[in-house]
């Protein structure tokens, strides 16, 4: 059986590949696409490869079409977002549609605050799709600081999610037309096109959905609780504006912040032939491990290993405290970033060694060089005399390939 995360060239993003099933007969899901350029040079040609060899002719009567059975979204930001959108326009405009989507993952920004006053979401939309198309939206932003007595710093993750809510909205018209099923759990449902609203943890305890071929999900966030909470805030917001009638962008900007933006990352657990990978999108360690012990997987104050753990957030030490390489801990360590926004950042991959000392690991990055002197930054870890162990527990994507395979089960050589 295969069970394999393939981590692409996502630049500063991601874009992952989950190889399952039987080896003569391998089943693909596609999590994130990485920011621009990235669909086109490395995701698309990529999936060209697969199609090749085991395209299948579809139900359209269409030779060599490559049945992807989830193509999920973390969440709205450029750097996950972007090739997905590539990836389904390519779908719209190509007449051979080389993939068949069974179902798409994503929870749109008004799903998450829950907002049911159309004519407040259609304005805050309105302005956020303006602000964005004119390249005003630092401005935007700004001006909306300013009226509210901030200090006018561009919050990175209030930023993306601003920026990115037209193209989550473009996201879900692009799979309807494609006929690709949204928020489908298994692909027994998306066959079914039996849905939920959104991808959230499930309450009262571990949930482990059987999606495919024996591959099992456990969603860990984002945390239904936290969402109800979020949604009761919001709606209580849009009481208090209407009667204010305060302006539709100043109630979006109070709410394009850095929970509305964690809250909204998927989480799951992956499950195979005994093996298991925690895939966590952007979000923060601290809610993941509310999610690890809500699942129970985790028990408060304890620790929990997975044969492979994608570090979150590329590696940012902003996101994580060392405590969470403490009780969580992996094999395999996914980082997938190449200096951009300083990531990875070295107290990251040091807390990750500090954590597991002399232990048997490995740490994948996706680059060993590129912005804000990445490479010299890992060069001088690595020359650290309390660090040097870790020479032989990095391992690098070949600067010619389009990814690496991190195999769990048996390899995959095509």
Same mark, same amino acid.
């Given at each position: 059986?295969l069970?394999?995360?393939?981590?692409?060239?996502?630049k500063?993003g991601?874009?992952?590949?989950?190889?399952y099933?039987?080896?003569?007969?391998?089943?693909?899901?596609?999590?994130d696409?990485?920011?621009?350029?990235?669909f086109?040079?490395?995701?698309?040609?990529?999936?060209?490869?697969?199609?090749?060899?085991?395209?299948?002719v579809?139900?359209?009567?269409?030779?060599?079409?490559l049945p992807i059975d989830l193509?999920?979204v973390?969440?709205?930001d450029?750097?996950?977002?972007?090739?997905?959108l590539?990836?389904?326009?390519?779908?719209?405009?190509d007449g051979t549609?080389?993939?068949?989507?069974?179902?798409?993952?994503?929870?749109?920004?008004d799903d998450?605050?829950?907002?049911?006053?159309d004519?407040?979401?259609?304005?805050?939309?309105?302005?956020?799709?303006?602000?964005t198309a004119? &390249?005003?939206?630092? +401005?935007?932003v700004? @001006?909306?600081? =300013? *009226?509210?007595g $901030?200090?006018?710093?561009?919050?990175?993750?209030?930023?993306?999610?601003?920026?990115?809510?037209?193209?989550?909205?473009?996201?879900r018209?692009?799979?309807?037309?494609?006929?690709?099923?949204?928020?489908?759990l298994?692909?027994?449902?998306?066959?079914?096109?039996?849905?939920?609203k959104?991808v959230?943890?499930a309450?009262?305890?571990s949930k482990?959905?059987?999606?495919?071929?024996?591959?099992?999900?456990?969603?860990? &966030?984002?945390?239904? +609780?936290?969402?109800? @909470?979020?949604? =009761? *805030?919001?709606? $209580?917001?849009?009481?208090a504006?209407?009667?204010?009638?305060?302006?539709?962008?100043?109630?979006?900007a109070a709410?394009?912040?850095?929970s509305?933006?964690?809250?909204?990352?998927?989480?799951?657990?992956?499950?195979?032939?005994?093996?298991?990978?925690?895939?966590?999108g952007?979000?923060?360690g601290?809610?993941?491990?509310?999610?690890?012990?809500?699942?129970?997987?985790?028990k408060?104050?304890?620790?929990?290993h997975?044969?492979?753990?994608?570090?979150m957030?590329?590696?940012s030490?902003?996101n994580?405290?060392?405590?969470?390489?403490?009780?969580?801990t992996?094999?395999?360590y996914?980082?997938?970033?190449d200096?951009?926004?300083n990531n990875?950042?070295?107290p990251?991959?040091?807390w990750?060694?500090?954590?597991?000392?002399?232990d048997?690991?490995?740490?994948?990055?996706t680059?060993r060089?590129?912005d804000?002197?990445?490479?010299?930054k890992?060069?001088?870890?690595?020359?650290?005399?309390?660090?040097k162990h870790?020479?032989?527990r990095?391992r690098?994507?070949?600067?010619?390939?389009?990814?690496?395979k991190?195999?769990?089960?048996?390899g995959?050589?095509y």
């Amino acid at each position: 059986m295969l069970f394999t995360l393939e981590a692409l060239q996502a630049k500063h993003g991601d874009s992952l590949i989950l190889h399952y099933g039987h080896k003569k007969a391998p089943r693909f899901i596609v999590i994130d696409g990485g920011p621009a350029t990235v669909f086109r040079k490395w995701l698309g040609p990529r999936l060209e490869e697969l199609r090749a060899k085991w395209g299948k002719v579809s139900t359209s009567g269409v030779d060599k079409v490559l049945p992807i059975d989830l193509l999920m979204v973390s969440h709205i930001d450029d750097d996950h977002l972007n090739g997905v959108l590539a990836l389904f326009e390519k779908l719209e405009e190509d007449g051979t549609k080389p993939y068949e989507i069974a179902t798409l993952w994503h929870n749109a920004f008004d799903d998450i605050l829950g907002n049911d006053d159309d004519e407040l979401r259609k304005a805050i939309s309105s302005e956020l799709k303006t602000a964005t198309a004119s &390249g005003t939206l630092v +401005d935007f932003v700004k @001006a909306i600081d =300013k *009226e509210q007595g $901030k200090d006018n710093s561009l919050d990175r993750e209030r930023m993306a999610v601003a920026a990115n809510v037209p193209q989550g909205q473009r996201l879900r018209n692009l799979a309807k037309t494609a006929k690709a099923q949204v928020n489908c759990l298994t692909l027994a449902d998306a066959r079914k096109a039996k849905s939920v609203k959104l991808v959230a943890a499930a309450k009262g305890g571990s949930k482990f959905y059987d999606f495919n071929d024996g591959l099992k999900f456990c969603i860990i &966030g984002p945390s239904a +609780d936290r969402l109800a @909470a979020l949604q =009761k *805030e919001w709606a $209580k917001a849009v009481r208090a504006a209407a009667k204010k009638k305060q302006k539709a962008k100043a109630l979006a900007a109070a709410y394009l912040d850095e929970s509305a933006f964690n809250l909204s990352s998927i989480v799951i657990v992956a499950e195979l032939g005994g093996k298991r990978m925690l895939l966590t999108g952007d979000a923060r360690g601290d809610y993941i491990l509310e999610g690890l012990i809500a699942s129970k997987l985790l028990k408060k104050g304890g620790a929990v290993h997975f044969d492979l753990l994608k570090v979150m957030h590329h590696g940012s030490d902003r996101n994580v405290e060392e405590a969470f390489f403490r009780q969580v801990t992996a094999d395999h360590y996914v980082v997938s970033a190449d200096g951009k926004h300083n990531n990875p950042d070295m107290p990251t991959l040091q807390w990750i060694a500090n954590a597991r000392g002399q232990d048997d690991y490995l740490i994948h990055l996706t680059n060993r060089d590129g912005d804000n002197e990445l490479g010299k930054k890992l060069t001088d870890l690595l020359a650290t005399p309390k660090f040097k162990h870790l020479k032989k527990r990095v391992r690098f994507r070949d600067d010619d390939a389009k990814g690496m395979k991190i195999d769990l089960l048996e390899g995959v050589k095509y």
